[in-house]
């Protein structure tokens, strides 16, 4: 399955700020996920992003809140814009092609803070 | 230390025994299942799959059980050990499209 290098494991950041989160991966993929996954909660699914197309989100994530970037089959970005304490999550990225047909392996996640 | 798992339910089991995970899913079309593993800190891991045409399946030490008719899923681990504790995640998805919908999680606790 492939292998996940996402960036930063973890993050402080200051209410008003933004942070752009890095998703590399060591093959070729069609779609990458971002999800979010809040304190002591599950997964919500942010958006999907597929290279040479705009990102589509899910009910509740805009574009301007939650800037997605894919250039390439390889790598994706999430940018977390206009921070507020209410955005501190772990946000993961994930991509298809794990172990089984739709078993999806994910990153190690991005621990964000934001005070 | 790290929020995952810190308001979910929580399940204890004394090492050696076995565990029951059990997760309600909310669509009747999923017709695919999934079990996750978050240890602190790391992403979800892949456990086991299931599709909606069988009702167990088996892998090591662990056990699979879906009943369509209560829309119920279980994750049964067979002589639980300190390193299973973690987040239990299940997932279900709809053939032809993407998009998991994950349950609402269960820690794990393993008492030595």
Same mark, same amino acid.
């Given at each position: 399955s492939a292998v996940i290098s996402q960036?930063?494991?973890?993050?402080?950041?200051?209410?008003?700020?933004?942070?752009?989160?890095?998703?590399?991966?060591?093959?070729?993929?069609?779609?990458?996920?971002?999800?979010?996954?809040?304190?002591?909660?599950?997964?919500?699914?942010?958006?999907?992003?597929?290279q040479g197309s705009e990102a589509t989100y899910e009910s509740g994530f805009v574009i301007d809140k939650f800037p997605i970037s894919r250039?390439?089959?390889?790598?994706?970005t999430l940018t977390v814009s206009n921070m507020s304490p209410e955005d501190s999550s772990i946000y993961l990225c994930s991509v298809e092609?794990?172990?089984?047909?739709?078993?999806?392996?994910f990153g190690s996640g991005?621990?964000?803070t934001v005070v | 230390g790290e929020s995952v798992g810190l308001h979910l339910p929580t399940l204890s089991v004394q090492e050696g025994d076995n565990?029951?995970?059990?997760?309600?899913?909310?669509?009747?079309?999923s017709d695919y299942f999934i079990w996750y593993k978050q240890e602190s800190g790391k992403g979800p891991q892949f456990i086991i799959d299931i599709r909606s045409n069988m009702d167990k399946r088996q892998g090591?030490? /662990? &056990?699979?059980?879906?009943? +369509?008719?209560?829309k119920h899923l279980s994750l049964q681990i067979a002589a639980t050990?300190?390193?299973?504790?973690?987040?239990?995640?299940?997932?279900? /998805? &709809?053939?032809?499209?993407? +998009?998991?919908?994950?349950?609402?999680g269960t820690r794990l606790k393993v008492l030595a």
């Open positions: 960036k930063p494991s973890r993050d402080i950041c200051q209410r008003g700020t933004s942070l752009t989160i890095q998703c590399q991966v060591d093959s070729q993929v069609t779609m990458m996920f971002w999800y979010r996954q809040q304190p002591g909660q599950s997964l919500t699914l942010i958006a999907t992003a597929n250039p390439n089959l390889t790598f994706s092609g794990g172990q089984a047909n739709y078993g999806y392996t991005t621990r964000l | 565990s029951i995970i059990n997760c309600a899913y909310s669509n009747s079309a090591q030490r /662990v &056990t699979v059980l879906l009943n +369509k008719t209560v050990q300190p390193g299973d504790s973690a987040v239990y995640f299940c997932a279900e /998805v &709809t053939s032809g499209t993407y +998009k998991y919908i994950f349950g609402t």
